[in-house]
């Protein structure tokens, strides 16, 4: 069953903004922490932000942090990746995950194995 579905990417101008939703379903639900990664060919999967579901901690990646900002909507069961004052190296396959356990350094530290991912989708910052 699908557990994490995102939405929301797309092409866009340097400088420019996106927003990525995440909806989550089924266990993915019950998870301690969604995050937001993003990889890109050839390179390491990269944990870009991270927010608890029990206090609303917030991590990000330093090259982000300032210009993207992740929050949730409990009753919607969504998490969002606002994206602002892209850059052409921000251009990437993001991925929605859940962690059933787990702080928000260690899940985008990807300090042990995370139990759901999304399907990815592209983000692509091009003039």
């Known amino acids: 069953q699908v557990q994490l579905v995102e939405s929301g990417g797309g092409l866009v101008q340097p400088g420019g903004s996106l927003t990525l939703s995440c909806a989550a379903s089924g266990s993915a639900l019950d998870a301690e922490a969604i995050g937001w990664f993003r990889q890109v060919p050839g390179k390491k999967r990269e944990g870009v932000s991270c927010?608890?579901?029990?206090?609303?901690?917030?991590y990000y990646l330093y090259s982000v942090e300032g210009r993207f900002t992740i929050s949730r909507d409990s009753a919607k069961n969504s998490r969002y990746l606002q994206m602002n004052d892209l850059r052409p190296d921000d251009t990437a396959v993001y991925y929605c995950?859940?962690?059933?356990?787990?702080?928000?350094?260690?899940?985008?530290?990807?300090?042990?194995?995370?139990?759901?991912w999304g399907q990815g989708i592209q983000v692509t910052v091009s003039s």
């Open positions: 995950a859940a962690r059933m356990s787990a702080t928000v350094e260690a899940m985008c530290q990807m300090w042990g194995p995370i139990e759901f």
């Open positions: 927010i608890s579901n029990s206090d609303g901690r917030t």
